[in-house]
Each structure stands twice: as C-alpha cells, then as structure tokens.
C-alpha cells in the first residue's frame, strides 16, 4: 500500500546516517544508500545532501519525512481495520479514540452497556481525525448516550 524504501527514509533521517540507519535496519549501508537512491530517482526529488561530515535532509526531504510518517501509519491503521471488518464476531463494538475525541463518556457509559448487553465486548480502536470530525463525534456519542438512558 505504500512504498516499503519510505521506512528506510525514515530511519535515515532519524538515525542522522545510512550506516546507523543499516543497523537498526538489519542491512548493509550500501543496501540502505541504495534503496534511498532508487527512492529520490522514482520521486524525482533529493531528499538528501551528502556532504563529507554526513548527511543534511533538504527541505524537499523534511516535507517527505512528515508525510510518510503519516502514510505508513495511516496504511498500518487502514489493514487492522480492514481485518477487524473480516472479524465475525459481532459482540464486538469498536469505538475510535483519539487526543481529541478522548474514550471517558464511553467509559461513563460502559457499565450500563454491560447490564443492557452482557456479551458484548469493545476495543478502543486509536485514529487521527480533524477538530470537524471530534465535533461529529461527540454529537453522535452524545446521542447514543441518551438512546442508551432512555431505554
């Protein structure tokens, strides 16, 4: 789903070189320089300068590396999902949490859930989102919330 050289940019740029990112790695240095060239020909960009007292990120690098921290989480994210869905078990509810849509009212919630619906069972399921979306969020927990006292 996404391109597998962007976590050896990554580790490059966290590591402040190719031969410390290949130890982490599990690689050779040359293996790392290499998957790091074939990355900067097929983007076109230079994600690095290389000088003779190491390796400086460009600006065009500084944007990837940002980016790409996104996209390989978001894609790790996208396939837990997507196996979740082939999950069968029904009894599962899975509410999405994150910094700004925090779990406390479902926590509130949850033991009257339990005496309602005993085999149910929730995971805490973490995502990113918009100050849009937490507002959506919250309007939709808040309604669940009185459907849930009303019964």
Not at 63 to 92: H, P
């Amino acid at each position: 789903m996404y391109n597998p050289q962007l976590e050896t940019f990554i580790c490059v740029v966290d590591s402040g070189s190719f031969s410390k990112a290949a130890d982490k790695l599990f690689i050779t240095p040359p293996a790392v320089i290499k998957q790091i060239n074939a990355l900067e020909n097929s983007l076109e960009l230079q994600l690095f300068e290389r000088t003779h007292r190491g390796l400086i990120v460009t600006d065009a690098g500084k944007s990837l590396y940002q980016d790409a921290k996104y996209l390989i989480q978001y894609s790790k994210d996208s396939i837990s999902r997507a196996k979740d869905a082939m999950d069968l078990q029904k009894e599962v509810i899975r509410i999405g949490v994150s910094p700004m849509t925090p779990p406390q009212v479902f926590v509130t919630l949850w033991p009257k859930i339990q005496k309602h619906c005993p085999e149910m069972k929730f995971k805490l399921v973490p995502f990113e989102n918009t100050p849009e979306n937490a507002r959506e969020a919250k309007k939709l927990l808040s309604a669940t919330k009185k459907a849930i006292e009303e019964s």
